[in-house]
Every structure is written in structure tokens, then in C-alpha cells.
T-cell receptor, first 107, second 116 residues
């Protein structure tokens, strides 16, 4: 989805927080923001989702700006196993995917 | 949650032929979705498969090329017709968010198609 954009790649030191930004400036009022990751072209793995409020689960935190035009996925303590392509997505009944960010966690 | 099984997991096909991909879900769902992921690219939605009605295709995808069946609430097929090397991709089946968006979408492991 060309309307959901992400930086193509990022590096993060192991043990540090990884902050992955996403721009979804044309998101509709009822569309959720979802984050998935994909490792070695397997099926996408769900991470977290939210509508307006910030969300946290055992994997990550999701920060959504007040105007909902952008969001940030935070992996609090990145490990080598977090190396993957991260997709910011949006949807209500169907999900459309953003361009993806390849995150490389460095020892 | 939903468990999605796709068959085949991979295939190598000759150009000009067709391949049908099967998707089985372990629970009844209203909407199923088919995605294509070209090499090195993000996932692109092909169509929504609705039980009891024709599939709804996204811009750039047509029924003649990607016919879809949805015979019941747990099964769907996607056919890639008259294949060319440009159809080499991973094709993924998905069950969309339930509860008006407030749950996750689930994905199968995909079918890796190579057209030679």
C-alpha cells in the first residue's frame, strides 16, 4: 500500500530499544494500525495493533500520534532473533500492508 | 485464534499452465483474503473471498487471471491462470480481523510459486 510508508531499513544494537516509524497519513477513522513481522518469507507474525490509544503487550509497544497520521513500534530490548522485516499495516475488515522496514539487530 | 493450512507449500510450474492453491481454516470465518508477495516486496492484497458471493478483486487483479472459489466457511482456493515468470511469488491466504477490526489477522505459511 503506497499510502503506508516506512523506512526501508534500520539497524539496532542488541539490548537497545528499536523504534520503527510508520506514516499512514490517509488512514480512515475506523481503520486500525497493525504491526506484523516476517522472517525468511514465512507467513507474517502478528505483533500488536491499536486504534487511537497507545498499546503494550509482551512483545512490543505501539505509539500512535494524536492525529493518527503516524505511529511507532517499539521493541524495548532488541535481540538477534528480532532481525526481520517489519510491516506497518492498516485496516478494518481487510488489511493492507505498508512498504516494510528491514530491521537488523547488531551484536 | 485461527490456524490456516495452505497447499501446496511450494511448486515449480511451466509457463502457460495453471495452479490451484488451497486454503483451509480450522474455524468458520466470513471473510478470507488472498495476498501476493513478489520477491523482495511487501504483501499486496489480491482479493476478498466471500462465502456465497463472488470474490471482490483489488485494483490490478482480475477474475480471469486469479479465479477464486469459496464453497464454505472454512475453505477457499486461488487459481493462478496462464502463468508467466512474472507470477513467481509467494501467495498467502489470510483470515481478516474479526470484531470490527479489533483482533489480529491470521496468515497461512504461504505457497511459494516459481514459474519457468
Amino acid at each position: 500500500d503506497a499510502k503506508t510508508t516506512q523506512p526501508p531499513s534500520m539497524d539496532c544494537a542488541e539490548g537497545r530499544a528499536a523504534n520503527l516509524p510508520c506514516n499512514h497519513s490517509t488512514i480512515s477513522g475506523n481503520e486500525y494500525v497493525y504491526w506484523y513481522r516476517q522472517i525468511h518469507s514465512q507467513g507474517p507474525q502478528y505483533i500488536i495493533h491499536g486504534l487511537k490509544n497507545n498499546e503494550t503487550n509482551e512483545m512490543a509497544s505501539l505509539i500512535i500520534t494524536e492525529d493518527r497520521k503516524s505511529s511507532t513500534l517499539i521493541l524495548p530490548h532488541a535481540t538477534l532473533r528480532d532481525t526481520a522485516v517489519y510491516y506497518c499495516s492498516r485496516g478494518y475488515q481487510k488489511v493492507t500492508f505498508g512498504t516494510g522496514t528491514k530491521l537488523q539487530v547488531i551484536p | 485464534s485461527a490456524v490456516i493450512s495452505q497447499k501446496p507449500s511450494r511448486d515449480i510450474c511451466q509457463r502457460g499452465t495453471s495452479l490451484t492453491i488451497q486454503c483451509q481454516v480450522d474455524s468458520q470465518v466470513t471473510m478470507m483474503f488472498w495476498y501476493r508477495q513478489q520477491p523482495g516486496q511487501s504483501l499486496t492484497l489480491i482479493a476478498t473471498a466471500n462465502q456465497g458471493s463472488e470474490a471482490t478483486y483489488e485494483s490490478g487483479f482480475v477474475i480471469d487471471k486469479f479465479p477464486i472459489s469459496r464453497p464454505n466457511l472454512t475453505f477457499s482456493t486461488l487459481t493462478v491462470s496462464n502463468m508467466s515468470p512474472e507470477d513467481s511469488s509467494i501467495y498467502l491466504c489470510s483470515v481478516g480481523p474479526g470484531g470490527f477490526g479489533n483482533t489480529e489477522a491470521f496468515f497461512g505459511q504461504g505457497t511459494r510459486l516459481t514459474v519457468v
